[in-house]
């Protein structure tokens, strides 16, 4: 389903009127109003193809109607996201899940729609079908030197379906690990990961990176053999200048200080990016924001200030992507609910006094630096990111616009009611 622009211009202008009037009042406090805007309007999320479809757990999967059934349909979808919002506009793709049998095709189709491929994801955490070997017990760490192979050769045909679409990274995220003590020898399991890594990096193209993930627990449940951020970045560190450290926001324990960690990888020159959602106890795939959007602002406030010390590219610099299971919602409505909590953190962040913040420092002052940060936390910029997706063509309200063109009920009646996302 495509979206005509008339369809949104339409919907905008019914609601132009009450936009303005809350845009001025905001932007009449902003003294570089022009500069922020420019930046939110430049700021695009990655959505990933696994994500269009309903999710779920180990318990079931309630699918629901008009999902995508094919690769074709997945960017057709993410083309339906970047229409209504202007701030999506790549794709990550997850191999052997959506496999581009014909790249030229998937490009000219991507093209079309305004959109280019992120980062590939590989895929060693499941047997999948007439699979050889079994990653039942690791596949980068395992003992037998035969499994590790064939995990390698995996990512490496990864980085092959990636360079035939034009995407400059390879995500590796792992469930190796073991469930009791004794199961394995930490040292010997670490360093296979690191040799078996070190030939995926032989592999990449020169201007490629390769991103390295971590999580703390599960499938495993007594030790991940990347289990922190301190792991990946010691692999990372050995690997070369191509590894970078990938932060996934649930992929962490309750309490973990996820902005020092994002602050000091920055500053070493090794974040590769985000995989942004959020978790209340120990799962990562709940709505961005829809739990503690205090620490999605904290976590910004440090990109942004550490990301201007170094001078980087806000926009292009590291890889912003999304990745949540969708289990009671609407896919669709949850990407684009993501998008718009990412974005309003990230507004708030632009606006954080930094000069006023350093002198607070500097000095001690522990009460005006919380009053500094939660001045730009509480400033309700929703207008400033609706002003920008207008500007670029979308919809002031994305969600809203999204049910009065009534898009599910439209993919329902091309896909059918019972459709079934491939992947997962």
Known sequence: MKIEKYTVDELNHQQSNKHQHRFEGVAADINNLDE?????SVFNIAIPSWAL????TRFGRFSGGGEPRSLEEKIEDVGVIHALNKSSNS??????WDIPENAASIKALAAQLGLHFDAVNSNTF????????????GSLHHVDKAVRKQAVEHNIEVIKYGKELDSKALSVWLSDGSNFPGQLNFRKAFQNTLESLQEIYAALPDDWKVWVEYKPYEPNFYSTTIGDWGQSYLLSSKLGPKAQTLVDLGHHLQGTNIEQIVSLLLMEGKLAGFHFNDSKYGDDDLTVGSINPYQLFLIFNELVEGMDARGMDHATAIGWMIDASHNVKDPIEDLLQSVQAIKIAYAQALLVDKTALQ?????????????ILQQAYRTDVRPLVAEASVR?????NPIEAYRKLQIREHLIKERGLKTVATGL
């Open 392 to 396: 670029n063509g979308g919809a002031l």
């Open 126 to 137: 499941q047997d999948q079908k007439d699979q050889k070997l079994s990653y039942k017990f």
């Open 53 to 56: 479809g309903t999710g779920g």
């Open 91 to 96: 794709i990550s793709l997850h191999i052997p």
């Open 36 to 40: 922020v805007l420019q930046k939110i």
């Open 359 to 371: 002198a607070a420092q500097n000095n001690n002052d522990v009460a005006l630096a919380q009053e």
